[in-house]
């Protein structure tokens, strides 16, 4: 099982001891500490044990120009990649000249990500940790970019997040995300009262997934300006917003 370190607040680019920023909220520290959500982080660090290298392909995806552009054209520098996986988006974004941080619950990945920036010679900050408990101080970063990873969230979970974002976010900053249409598929698996799939087959067990609707997407956004909505063809949603 995957232990989560315990949280030692970091600035963007070094670690600090200035311990900022609201800690976990009551709902978010009790679903961090439930079986449900360590059989999907366990899930995701046995996911991840299966890949040896970092798969260096950057996937062909329509919205992918428009992240460096937007953030370019906002003047952001400083980004942070949620959920990075194995680093295709942090490097992608390095290459450009952002100086980023890729954070994600699985070691490994982050360790193949690691090796990934080295071989470029990327400096990229590379950190296992969980979204849920980001120890970041407040407004530490310039923009935030979340590639398919909200889906993989309890809603509540979703909610709290998007408020820990607004912290390590400086006012004023870009978030842009994609939530993806995702198939539920084959599989046994039990829901959810916000209809989250907890997967318990052998291979997915653990994951947990869902579709987010619109009405759920605008409530997730209360608190910021949604700059832009591009619904992709996959049925996917490309959202650009400003912490406001
Ligand atoms: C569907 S993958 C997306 C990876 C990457 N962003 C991409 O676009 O390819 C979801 C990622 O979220 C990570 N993840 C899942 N739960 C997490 C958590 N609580 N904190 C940080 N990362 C998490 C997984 O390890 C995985 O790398």
Redesign the pocket.
């Known amino acids: 099982m995957t232990t989560i370190m315990p949280a030692e607040k970091k600035s963007a680019t070094e670690i600090s001891t200035k311990a900022k920023g609201p800690e976990p909220s009551e709902g978010l520290e009790k679903l961090?500490n439930s079986e449900v959500?360590k059989d999907?982080?366990c899930f995701?660090?046995r996911?991840?044990g299966g890949v040896k290298t970092a798969y260096t392909q950057m996937?062909e995806l329509p919205y992918l120009p428009l992240i460096p552009e937007t953030l370019e054209e906002r003047g952001a520098k400083k980004v942070l990649?949620?959920?990075?996986?194995?680093g295709?988006?942090s490097v992608f974004l390095a290459r450009h000249g952002f100086v980023v941080t890729g954070?994600?619950?699985?070691q490994h990945?982050v360790n193949l990500g690691r090796a990934w920036a080295q071989k470029e010679d990327l400096t990229i900050d590379f950190q296992a940790?969980?979204?849920?408990?980001l120890v970041y101080d407040d407004g530490g970063f310039e923009a935030i970019?979340?590639?398919?990873?909200f889906?993989?969230?309890p809603l509540e979970a979703s909610r709290d997040i998007f408020k820990l974002l607004k912290n390590v976010l400086k006012p004023g900053g870009t978030l842009i995300a994609?939530f993806?249409e995702v198939g539920m598929g084959a599989g046994e698996y039990f829901k959810l009262e916000d209809d989250t799939h907890v997967y318990t087959d052998k291979a997915r067990k653990g994951m947990?997934l869902r579709n987010y609707s619109d009405s759920e997407l605008k409530e997730l956004y209360a608190n910021w300006t949604i700059d832009s909505i591009t619904p992709l063809e996959s049925g996917s949603r490309y959202i650009v917003a400003t912490n406001k």
């Open positions: 961090i959500y999907n982080v995701w660090e996911a991840w996937p990649d949620l959920g990075c996986g194995s295709w988006l954070i994600d619950i699985s990945a940790m969980d979204i849920a408990n970019v979340a590639n398919s990873i889906e993989h969230f994609c993806d947990l």
